[in-house]
């Protein structure tokens, strides 16, 4: 069932099971904001359960690209194009959001993202690869993020 993000009354819907819910929405709805106001996109999101090839693709950019697994479940999903770019994101029972950015005709701008909820620990699989810059938001406290770039073809 598709579930259209809003960030102006932000909604647990889908994340109740996170121990950092409150934050997880907030930083879901973050990412709804972002796409609302630099694409006219709004941010729909779908249960993991129903969208596995969503979750299996992320997992595979993540193994090949980096040798990494995560261990949280997957709650929520998320696919679109905007201006030649795929973006596919995962929601995490932890409070991660993982998100592919895949640009269609432009191999050298592909690049995966995490952002870490307010209040969750770094996850022992990105811990020691990874440094996470803070930023602030009014929907999610201080969300911490990093990234690297894709190399390879999916």
Do not use: C, W
Not at 37 to 58: L, Q, R
Not at 127 to 143: C, D, H, V
């Amino acid at each position: 069932m598709v579930h259209i993000v809003d960030f102006v009354n932000v909604s647990l819907s889908g994340l109740e099971s996170s121990p950092v819910a409150q934050s997880l929405a907030g930083l879901r709805a973050n990412e709804a904001r972002y796409f609302k106001n630099k694409y006219n996109h709004d941010f729909a999101v779908i249960p993991a359960a129903e969208s596995k090839d969503k979750v299996d693709f992320v997992n595979n950019v993540l193994l090949k690209e980096r040798n990494l697994v995560i261990s949280s479940k997957p709650l929520e999903t998320s696919e679109f194009v905007v201006e030649g770019i795929r973006f596919t994101y995962v929601f995490y029972e932890s409070g991660l959001g993982i998100n592919v950015m895949y640009t269609l005709d432009n191999p050298k701008k592909r690049a995966v993202g995490f952002k870490l909820s307010e209040g969750m620990e770094v996850p022992e699989e990105l811990e020691p690869k990874f440094k996470f810059a803070r930023q602030k938001s009014k929907l999610a406290g201080t969300i911490r993020g990093s990234f690297f770039v894709i190399k390879g073809e999916y």
